[in-house]
């Protein structure tokens, strides 16, 4: 049978050969007739390779992400391993790092508990679709592959099989919990992060890297999908389109799956909306995925009528690197700036203050993405507002809906006017607190219907020790370049109630987890996040930027915008794209991240005032 296989494998390769290169994820080299031998005898080329075409220089951004970088070919590609900013810190056999003293850390929800408090607090100033773009973006680069293992492969970690099963690493709930103490739950169902050792490509003593199937660069893999081919199923192949699935409310939503098991919360028969092609995760994201592909074929359209000698490729290519550069100009020059500061942004390199072309691309620097920075991405669960409100397209208020009740559950958005009323509720309520507060449903219920209790935070911390982060002080010292030792060491970047709660936690500094430092840390100045967390964030930032070829500020890059053509992506906003796309959005606040205000009031989508694309620089 192996044998067979491997036969079976050789005679693919032979006829892909012709013009294609199996490369090896690892490695990213060219995969030699050992390796293929061995991923065909545990039966697992396809996942341990990618196929890619020659790579030409001129070419348009491949979907799956391969060419992106001319020496590295398969680097950028989807299943492009992770790396590191600091060296990894296990117990043997992966287990979670031990305490300065020998013994086990605290368990992740005892320290949850301690470290966050639960509750509601509002960020006055800023509105829900803070969270919803920032999820949205980490869903571009960050797979949703871990949570789904354990809500539908691996589901019995909390019973008496899920002991013997290495792959089970359940959330222990403490005797003393708060509020488990009176609800009998234990157990909180949870999977070990699968890593290349999960899919046979690394043997299993060997470092753990995390496997991640979304490509390593910011190119809207959550919305054109990602893997090879699949692009495929979502053109259309005439006039630059993507396919479009016209739901029962009369809105247009991506192809539909109506028997996916991943909606389990469509209330069926009524609701069957459920994507095919992308995914199905929280509510947020979701409806910006949505947003974003139904812009593509706004763009396509407008193209196509300005220039209609143009056929579906160049279309299509065109269209998705408008809608690319527009994503990226919203995150680093409309949202980081509110969260991260500005001024920070610019020293550190980050935005440039001008309107013009930027070049930082090096091409001895691989399109790599680092566990560390998907991971501190986490922290943004403390600002959730979990009661969405829901607004009618006239800006009256309708309801509030729990947003955890929404997740994977697409088919609410096909039936009434639910997505009307969620998009029109993303800019007119505002969002949860920045502090250290954590919503009480994304502490006790956070997938909604999938599980009786998760407490997203405590599988944060969790997870953080399953990727064995070293602690959080050695990931301060990289930021600082200072040494901490002892819990007074910290004591500049702790108000002295929060430290004294570290203290109460952790034996050592060095005891700190990652996510525990982070719930704790004081804000960067001048911006809205934990020092540590800003560092680790301009630190893959700066790579990306380095390493990107396709990178929409760029002048030399295939495809390159022209300076009015970037002009014209500089101009558009959050609130321009949600009046051009956004159903029945008539009426939007010009910085649609703050919350409607005297100095940003409501103004009609005519108005010059929102930042909408024009695409009239695009004429030839
Ligand atoms: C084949 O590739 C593997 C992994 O990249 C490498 O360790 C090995 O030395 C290579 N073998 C030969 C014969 O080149
Ligand atoms: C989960 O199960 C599905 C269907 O049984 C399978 O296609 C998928 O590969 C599995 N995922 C993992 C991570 O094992
Ligand atoms: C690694 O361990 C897992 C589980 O014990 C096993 O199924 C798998 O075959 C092992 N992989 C290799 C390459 O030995
Ligand atoms: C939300 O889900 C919970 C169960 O997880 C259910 O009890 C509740 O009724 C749901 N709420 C709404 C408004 O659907
Ligand atoms: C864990 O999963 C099992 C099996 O799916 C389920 O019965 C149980 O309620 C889950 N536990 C929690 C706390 O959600």
Redesign the pocket.
């Known amino acids: 049978m192996v044998r067979r296989l491997i036969f079976l494998a050789y005679f693919s390769l032979c006829v892909r050969n012709l013009n294609a290169v199996l490369y090896?994820c690892?490695?990213g080299?060219p995969?030699?007739?050992?390796?293929l031998r061995i991923y065909a005898e545990r039966n697992n080329i396809e996942v341990c390779t990618v196929d890619v075409k020659p790579c030409d220089p001129e070419e348009w951004q491949r979907v799956d992400g391969s060419c992106n970088n001319l020496k590295y070919p398969s680097r950028g590609a989807f299943r492009t391993p992770t790396i590191r900013l600091l060296p990894l810190d296990f117990s043997p056999n992966y287990e979670p790092r031990k305490a300065c003293d020998g013994g086990d850390l605290e368990l992740p929800r005892k320290l949850r508990t301690e470290l966050l408090c639960s509750g509601k607090v509002s960020e006055m100033k800023l509105t829900q679709l803070v969270s919803y773009y920032i999820l949205f973006s980490t869903g571009d680069i960050n797979s949703i592959h871990d949570p789904l293992n354990y809500l539908f492969n691996i589901t019995y970690c909390c019973t008496p099989k899920g002991k013997d099963d290495y792959r089970c690493t359940p959330i222990k709930v403490p005797v003393h919990d708060p509020v488990h103490r009176f609800s009998g739950i234990s157990c909180m169902n949870l999977t070990r992060p699968q890593s290349f050792q999960t899919y046979g490509c690394l043997d299993n003593n060997t470092d753990f890297v995390r496997i991640v199937f979304q490509t390593p660069i910011y190119d809207l893999s959550n919305v054109y999908n990602f893997e090879q081919g699949f692009i495929n199923h979502i053109r259309t192949f005439k006039n630059g389109l993507l396919k479009i699935y016209p739901a029962e409310n009369g809105l247009l939503f991506p192809e539909t799956d109506p028997e996916s098991i991943i909606c389990k919360l469509n209330q069926r028969p009524r609701e069957t909306l459920c994507h095919k092609y992308l995914s199905n995760n929280a509510i947020g994201p979701n409806i910006m995925t949505i947003l974003f592909y139904r812009q593509h074929n706004k763009i396509a359209e407008e193209l196509h009528k300005l220039n209609p000698s143009w056929n579906d490729d160049r279309l299509f290519f065109t269209a998705r690197n408008i809608n690319i550069a527009i994503s990226l100009q919203i995150l680093l020059y409309e949202l980081l700036p509110i969260l991260l500061g500005r001024k920070n942004l610019i020293k550190d390199g980050i935005i440039s203050c001008d309107e013009g072309f930027r070049d930082l691309y090096d091409e001895n620097i691989e399109p790599l993405m680092t566990d560390e920075y998907a991971y501190v991405h986490r922290w943004f669960h403390v600002i959730q507002e979990t009661s969405m409100k829901f607004y009618d397209k006239d800006g009256y208020f309708v309801k509030t809906y729990p947003l955890v009740n929404a997740t994977g559950h697409t088919g609410m958005l096909g039936v009434d006017d639910n997505m009307v009323y969620i998009t029109q509720g993303s800019f007119r309520q505002q969002s949860g607190g920045f502090d250290f507060i954590i919503d009480p449903d994304m502490s006790e219920r956070a997938l909604g219907g999938f599980q009786l209790a998760t407490d997203v935070g405590a599988f944060d911390l969790a997870k953080g020790r399953y990727f064995g982060f070293s602690p959080y002080i050695k990931y301060k010292e990289f930021c600082t370049k200072k040494s901490y030792k002892k819990f007074s060491d910290l004591k500049d970047s702790f108000s002295s109630e929060r430290l004294y709660r570290l203290m109460e936690e952790y034996k050592c500094p060095s005891d700190i987890d990652l996510m525990g430092g982070l719930w704790a840390e004081n804000f960067v100045k001048g911006g809205m996040v934990p020092e540590t967390l800003y560092c680790l964030l301009v630190e893959q930032l700066r790579r990306t930027l380095a390493s990107d070829r396709y990178w929409y500020e760029r002048p030399n890059r295939p495809h390159a915008f022209t300076e009015d053509q970037l002009k014209a992506i500089r101009k558009v906003t959050i609130a321009g794209v949600l009046c051009w796309v956004g159903d029945h959005v008539t009426e939007i606040q010009p910085k649609a991240f703050y919350i409607i205000s005297a100095k940003n009031p409501l103004v009609k989508c005519s108005s010059s005032k929102i930042g909408k694309l024009d695409l009239s620089a695009w004429k030839e």
Do not use: G, K
């Open positions: 090896d690892i490695s080299q995969a030699n007739s050992t390796q």
